[in-house]
Nanobody, 128 residues
Framework: QVQLVESGGGLVQAGGSLRLSCAAS????????MGWFRQAPGKEREFVAS????????YYADPVKGRFTISRENFKNTVYLQMKTLKPEDTAVYYCARHSDQRAHSGSYSQLSSYDIWGQGTQVTVSS
């Protein structure tokens, strides 16, 4: 059973940076697109960023474009989310997730329903 474990969350002042990591178990990590999502208190879980299985393509939600960068190291079975110029509205629990289909087309990368394996989440709190 594949497991995803996030790390790197914490408390940071507005304007600061954090780097989240998501380590995956299993040998087929490189065949799946990966995504980052977040959920703030009282709100729905929302798409943040995704990266294709090869790492060649990245996709971002509008609120984080230009501030967040998703990347992956397939030889480490790890996906990252570098977050810069953080804002209080970025405060949320951040989850990484694995796409349900191998070598999936990018058209489904932003949809929560396209992902079937989720990590436990890591809290990011940005103070003003």
């Amino acid at each position: 059973q594949v497991q995803l474990v996030e790390s790197g969350g914490g408390l940071v002042q507005a304007g600061g940076s954090l780097r989240l990591s998501c380590a995956a178990s299993g040998s087929t990590f490189s065949m799946y697109a990966m995504g980052w999502f977040r959920q703030a208190p009282g709100k729905e879980r929302e798409f943040v960023a995704s990266i294709s299985w090869s790492g060649a393509s990245e996709y971002y939600a509008d609120p984080v474009k230009g501030r967040f960068t998703i990347s992956r190291e397939n030889f480490k079975n790890t996906v990252y989310l570098q977050m810069k110029t953080l804002k209080p509205e970025d405060t949320a629990v951040y989850y990484c997730a694995r796409h349900s289909d191998q070598r999936a087309h990018s058209g489904s990368y932003s949809q929560l329903s396209s992902y079937d394996i989720w990590g436990q989440g890591t809290q990011v709190t940005v103070s003003s």
